[in-house]
């Protein structure tokens, strides 16, 4: 597909290589996504076998179709319908904004897993700049 046409498509569309490299996208992915290269960056790891597989059938000509997390450009996720169609090994995918919570995929105990891993890394945190803070202190007297 000519570049030019590509950036005008309406909705979030990348042109993507077996790898996840993005060849090209849409002028309308970069008000959605954060600027990257590659599509791997803005997937949530939990939503990663999904796309896994949605790259490994590049050999299929039919379209496939899951529903995946994408970090958004205010780094939180959002829930994106994401259908693929491979041609000549340049894969034409298209993620559209899924607004209803019973498309997500996300359960509440991924949630509760995930701020609790948020919260032992704060802690973590914590603790290394009380132990700087420290350093510091002693290095002053």
Known sequence: MDTMVTKWIPVPYFQISREGTILNSSNTSHSYFP?????????HEEHRDKAIFMLSHNANPYPITHHLMLKVRNNLFGNFKCTIQWK??????????????????????????SLIDTQKRLKESEKHLENVAKVVNIRKH
Do not use: F, P, R, Y
Request: proline share 0%.
């Open 35 to 43: 600027e990257t290269s590659n599509i791997w960056t803005i997937i």
């Open 88 to 113: 000549d090994g340049v894969g034409h995918l298209v993620c559209t904004e899924a607004k209803s919570m019973k498309d997500s995929t996300i359960t509440s105990s991924s949630v509760q897993k």
